[in-house]
């Protein structure tokens, strides 16, 4: 009930261009190697956004496309046109590529590049709202434009990170166009539990991200309250099974569901030596594999 597929972000993919990455040529000929046949597309213009181009490049790989990526921004006013802008791109490929989801990650508040704040890390009441009714309203255009469905991801340093974040955010949405991005280490990383996500909100699971963090350098972090790219540079995410949460019990949850899902791997790596990936993905795969199995 589980397809295992990979992220270019487990190559250290942050970024559409940035000459800190690996070339995109190369994720898909790594990840290939790796021995995964499924994937994400990614920070938008990071693999081809002609859709045709795409395709023949996954073809030539022997890949196919989970979800693509959009990141919102909707506690702000009048942001809609923006984060619709990047739907018009995201979703139109995504759906002509064969992808069924559409996977939102909300902004950070400190700088994803820096670290430095860009606002408050406490959202108000009222935008709250608006993030939460710009979500259903996000989630039901999609759906009805280009037949995706929106997976929320919750993510350190946003607004939506904690699990008394994530369960606000469920409790605010619609499950008939929103649901979550179950993001295991990006759960962990705040000391949520995932396996209690799962249990509680079945209904609400509509997509895996795996990860493990270090949770010596994660509890390091927090009590410096280091901002996330600082922990990435550290190595806060880490390769399973070396770290938190077992990814074993969850899979296994997961798969009682009654329901297919994709479980994408999505190390965070950014910044990494470009011969640091495609070992660890090979890895990662063997593992889950036989989590799976």
């Known amino acids: ?22 070339d995109p040529g190369r994720f898909l000929d790594e990840v290939a190697e790796a021995g995964y046949t499924w994937i994400e597309l990614g920070p938008v213009g990071y693999l081809p956004t002609d859709a045709q181009e795409l395709q023949d490049q996954l ?12 990141f919102e921004h909707l506690h702000q006013p009048d942001s809609w046109d923006d984060v619709w802008q990047q739907v018009s791109t995201v979703g139109a490929l995504t759906q002509a590529v064969g992808g069924e989801h559409i996977v939102v990650i909300p902004d950070v508040w400190r700088d994803h590049k820096t670290g430095e ?8 009441v009222e935008q709250w709202k608006l993030m939460t009714d710009g979500m259903n309203e996000l989630g039901k255009r999609i759906a009805d434009e280009y037949g995706l469905k929106v997976q929320f ?4 340093d946003s607004h939506v990170g904690y699990q008394v974040d994530i369960e606000r955010f469920l409790a605010a949405t619609d499950p008939a166009y929103v649901n ?56 806060v995410m880490i390769e399973p099974p070396a770290g938190e949460p077992d990814l074993g019990p969850i899979l296994d949850a997961v798969g009682h569901l009654g329901r297919p899902l994709y479980g994408i791997v999505e190390q965070d790596l950014y910044p990494c030596p470009p011969d640091v990936p495609l070992p660890i993905a090979q890895r990662t795969f063997t593992y889950l594999k036989n989590c799976v199995a």
């Open 59 to 70: 073809d030539a790989h022997g890949l196919k496309v989970s979800a693509g990526t959009v």
């Open 153 to 156: 991801h919750s993510h350190a």
């Open 180 to 235: 979550l991005c179950l993001d295991t280490g990006h759960v962990a990383y705040y000391g949520g539990d995932s396996l209690d996500l799962i249990n509680r909100f079945p209904e609400r699971i509509g997509y895996l991200h795996l990860k493990q963090v270090d949770p010596a350098i994660r509890d390091t972090v927090l009590a410096q309250d280091l901002s996330f790219p600082e922990a990435v540079r550290r190595g």
């Open 1 to 22: 009930m589980i397809t295992i597929g990979s992220a270019p972000d487990s190559w250290g993919v942050w970024f559409a261009d940035d000459p800190e990455q690996i």
């Open 117 to 124: 704040p860009k606002e408050p890390r406490e959202l108000t």
